[in-house]
């Protein structure tokens, strides 16, 4: 199993230490952010494929991180957590970009299922990219050295 | 309370619109009828007193012409000349030619001898110096006797005259036939019992009279209208309606007769009366006729403002119950985030154990392998009752339908029946029957099939628990179009909903089953569910009849609808 660093997004403290414990077993590399700002300095320094954020915090609010990470970060994958009451805004955010969404209370191992379908989905659109910047190389070499990514 | 109302309403009306202007309709009848009444008695009076006075000319004019006629022939011969019988008789004749009225004719000297007679009788000779008109002719040129017997004796008047002739008097004396003269009287005849007749100063009758009394018979009903003022036509009027008369007099020239013209009263009012009967009978038909139009009309008007006010009170308990599910969705949904939350808190932190569980499970497995596995038991049954928590909060959130709708083309006519399908078994098993009235060539529909399946089912459920046990159950589903809708009715005879259950029915966790039979979520899902697809329902039930819950689901897709009643708005 590819390793995959996930960071979660919660306003539950409780939630988050736990599914971290419980995900890391499983063997995914784990962060978590208490709210929207931290979410957000989080994945400035730390390589993250895949975001579990929640819809509904206090301070930023899910959408508007989520326009934040695809702006910044167009390559991380988000999976939108909803408590239903804000499925309208769950479905805004399949508008901007996230992979899918959850309604709360999910079982871990569906949030599994997700994260590794939305990792998959990053390593394909990595391999793509890896691919043409390969293929660029080939026909370009000059421009490896012109910048990084 | 309500008929009292009605009813109130109704007598209100009656009084009101109807009551004011028949007496006012009462007020102008009675005074019509008042003045009428005097201007038709006036009428009567100068009738009777013209029909009097009229006659007595002519009768008057009668007998001036007869004594002028007397004056005449005594003026014209000398008594000598009329002595002689055949002289006599020839002018008898000749008056007979003239008038029928003469009867016979006489001539007597001074002293009241009859000395010559043409006549049926035989007079001559017999002496009249005691007779009352041969003393009241001394005073007199002409005399007219009032009806004496005489010598025939039958009763019967005279008109004598008489004529001074080289210093002695002699006197012509004519009868005037009493038929005659009678019949001139008898026969005015005024309306059923109106009758004329004459009477002298005393009161005999000198005609008969129609009604009754006979010639020279005194008028039993002299004394009521004998008056003083002998010269003047008079009118008067004795006793009550229905035995008293009306008399008009006129007094003769000639004589000192009267004509009387008697009419009873009833007789005389007779078409005042039945004038006044007939118009009492119209107004009596008539205003029977208003009464009982105003009576319908006031009735219905009463009805239908009471069936309005009934609908005005019943929107303002759907207003209110539509306003009572909004709130309650409102809160619903906030519950349901506020549950989830840590819900998903405890599902995360169940896991964790299990995890926990399974990693320490080996360790302990030989040590306390019960104790593992109650242990095991009892997070299951954690995890079980969290899914239970998570049910409930779903249902909630079904109820204020904040999720995403899918929009498939629907066709009832193939969709319904789908549905009945599906629930067939149970209804058979049930003895059910489930009667499917869909109209042909039905539009489709762009909704959600799976909510709409389960709204079906819900109903469906519904019915099914409210036919258990009643006698020959049927569900019926009917599917009708209007204009802009579809109109689902799906209606049972079960037991139906009582008021106070009617008004909670789509309220989430309301439920009539008992205690863990069910959520209380059915309807309220229903609800939410139809709201959501930008239809509405409603329910109508009658307690211990059945119930009908009525969909109605918009034809064109809800975007469509939007846009449509933003255009209307602008």
């Given amino acids: ?52 954020l929640d819809v509904k915090m206090p301070g930023l609010d899910g959408v508007e991180v989520l326009k934040r990470i695809k702006a910044d970060h167009p390559l991380v994958e988000v999976i939108m957590l909803t408590g239903h009451a804000t499925m309208e805004t769950a479905i805004d955010g399949l508008k901007l970009g996230a992979f899918d969404y959850l309604t709360k ?34 026909s370009h070499p000059m421009e490896v050295f012109s910048k990084e990514e | 309370m309500k008929d009292y109302y009605t009813r109130t309403l109704r007598n209100m009306l009656v009084i009101r619109v109807f009551l004011v202007p028949f007496t006012v309709l009462l007020v102008v009848y009675g005074t019509m009828i008042y003045f009428f009444g005097a201007y038709s008695s006036r009428q009567v009076k100068n009738e009777l007193v013209r029909i009097a006075t009229d006659h007595r000319n002519l009768i008057d004019q009668f007998l001036s012409e007869k004594a002028a006629i007397l004056q005449f022939t005594v003026a014209s011969f000398s008594r000598d000349q009329l002595r002689q019988k055949n002289y006599l008789e020839m ?18 000297d001074v002293n009241g ?11 001559l000779g017999k ?43 002699w006197y012509l004396r004519a009868t005037i036939d009493t038929y005659y003269f009678n019949d001139l009287v008898e026969n005015i005849r005024i309306g059923r019992t109106g009758e004329a007749y004459i009477v002298n100063r005393s009161g005999i009758l000198q005609t008969k009279r129609r009604s009754g009394g006979r010639l020279m018979e005194s008028d039993g009903d002299f004394v ?64 029977l006729l208003v009464v009982l139009m105003g009576f319908l009309m006031a009735t219905n008007v009463a009805t239908r403002l009471k069936s309005a006010d009934m ?24 519950i349901a985030h506020e549950i989830n939350n840590p819900l998903q808190v405890m599902k995360s932190e169940v896991a964790m154990i299990q995890s926990l569980t399974d990693d320490i499970g080996p360790a302990v497995a030989d040590k306390a392998p019960d104790t593992l596995a109650q242990l095991m038991d009892s997070v299951r049954e954690i995890g079980d009752q969290i899914d239970r928590c998570s049910h409930i909060t779903q249902g909630l959130l079904n109820f204020a339908r904040k999720c995403e709708n899918s929009s498939e083309p629907i066709f009832l006519e193939q969709f319904v029946p789908r549905m009945v399908q599906m629930v067939d078994q149970r209804a058979r098993l049930e003895n059910i029957r489930i009667v499917q009235e869909i109209e042909s060539e039905l539009p489709k529909i762009v909704s959600d099939p799976n909510q709409l399946q389960q709204v079906f089912l819900n109903l469906f459920n519904n019915a099914i628990y409210a036919l258990k046990g009643r006698a020959s159950p049927e569900i019926r589903v009917r599917v009708t179009k209007n204009d802009q809708q579809i109109l689902v009715s799906i209606s049972d005879n079960g037991c139906g909903f009582s008021p106070e259950t009617m008004e909670k029915a789509f309220l989430p966790f309301f439920t009539t089953k008992p205690v863990g039979q069910g959520t209380g979520l059915g309807l309220s899902t229903v609800y939410g569910i139809i709201k959501g697809l930008g239809g509405d329902i409603t329910l109508t039930s009658e307690q211990g009849q059945g119930s009908e819950f009525q969909i109605s689901l918009p034809l064109e897709s809800q975007e469509n609808a939007n846009t449509q009643s933003h255009h209307t708005a602008s």
């Fill in chain 1, 105 to 138: 209370p999910c079982d871990i191992p569906t949030l599994k299922k997700k994260i590794m379908a939305a990792h998959d989905k990053r390593s394909a659109m990595l391999d793509k990219i890896q691919r043409a910047k390969f293929d660029r190389i080939i």
């Fill in chain 2, 113 to 123: 001898r009859h000395v010559a007679y043409a006549g049926p009788f035989d007079l």
């Fill in chain 2, 127 to 169: 002496s009249y110096a005691e007779a009352n008109w041969f003393k009241e002719i001394q005073n007199a040129p002409v005399y007219i006797s009032d009806e004496f017997l005489g010598y025939r004796q039958i009763p019967h008047f005279i008109i004598a005259v008489k004529k001074e002739e080289a210093g002695n008097a």
């Fill in chain 2, 91 to 108: 002018i008898f004749k000749n008056l007979q030619i003239q008038s029928k009225a003469f009867f016979d004719l006489g001539v007597f």
């Fill in chain 2, 224 to 287: 009521k209208y004998a008056v003083s003022d002998q010269g003047k036509t008079a009118f008067f009027s004795t006793g009550g309606w229905r035995d008293g008369f009306l008399y008009a007099s006129a007094p003769f020239q000639q004589t000192n007769w009267q004509l009387i013209v008697r009419q009873s009263i009833g007789d005389a009012y007779r078409p005042l009366l039945s004038s006044i009967l007939v118009s009492l009978l119209l107004l009596l038909g008539g205003s």
């Fill in chain 2, 311 to 334: 609908e005005k009170r019943e929107m303002k308990t759907q207003l209110i119950l539509a306003g009572k599910l909004a709130e309650v969705g409102e809160m619903s949904t906030g």
């Fill in chain 1, 1 to 52: 199993m590819p390793l995959t660093n996930v960071l979660i997004v919660d306003d539950e403290e409780r939630f988050l230490k736990t599914t971290q414990t419980l995900l890391e077993k499983e063997g995914y590399k784990v962060f978590t952010a208490a709210d929207g700002y931290k979410g957000l300095e989080a994945l400035k320094d730390k390589r993250v494929d895949v975001v579990v």
